[in-house]
């Protein structure tokens, strides 16, 4: 089992930025997929960013493209998402998650993670 924690949640008006931070804790942080997804009241979950094991491979959903950076640091068990020109849409929980496969590659789907953090708040006022 691998503990997830995220921070650096809050409010921002729109136009603005925010950087959120999961540190990873227990199993080998640095074999695993990681991802960024998020919910809002109402709506599934949906997936923002992965990065794959080695830091190569970024993706990202149509909702953060051109907006939002994801990366890791394998030597400190971090992946970050870096988000500017938020929107008031983006306003949402965002989870943090581990993909359960070894080496693999980024996966969109909520269904392939098997650990999640607690999740952090993101509100963008208007």
């Known amino acids: 089992?691998?503990?997830?924690?995220?921070?650096?949640?809050?409010?921002?008006?729109?136009?603005?930025?925010?950087?959120?931070?999961?540190?990873?804790?227990?199993?080998?942080?640095s074999t695993h997929t990681m991802a960024w997804f998020r919910q809002a009241p109402g709506k599934e979950r949906e997936f923002v960013s992965g990065i794959n094991w080695s830091g190569f491979s970024k993706y990202y959903g149509d909702s953060a493209k051109g907006r939002f950076t994801i990366s890791r640091d394998n030597a400190k068990n971090t992946v970050d998402l870096q988000m500017s020109m938020l929107k008031p849409e983006d306003t949402a929980v965002y989870y943090?998650?581990?993909?359960?496969?070894?080496?693999?590659e980024v996966n969109?789907?909520?269904?392939?993670y098997e650990?999640?953090?607690?999740?952090?708040?993101?509100?963008?006022s208007s």
Do not use: H, I, K, M
Request: hydrophobic share 35%; net charge negative.
């Open 1 to 29: 089992q691998v503990q997830l924690v995220e921070s650096g949640g809050g409010l921002v008006q729109a136009g603005g930025s925010l950087r959120l931070s999961c540190t990873a804790s227990g199993r080998t942080f």
């Open 96 to 104: 943090c998650a581990a993909d359960a496969e070894v080496y693999g």
């Open 108 to 112: 969109t789907t909520v269904q392939v």
């Open 115 to 124: 650990n999640w953090g607690q999740g952090t708040q993101v509100t963008v």
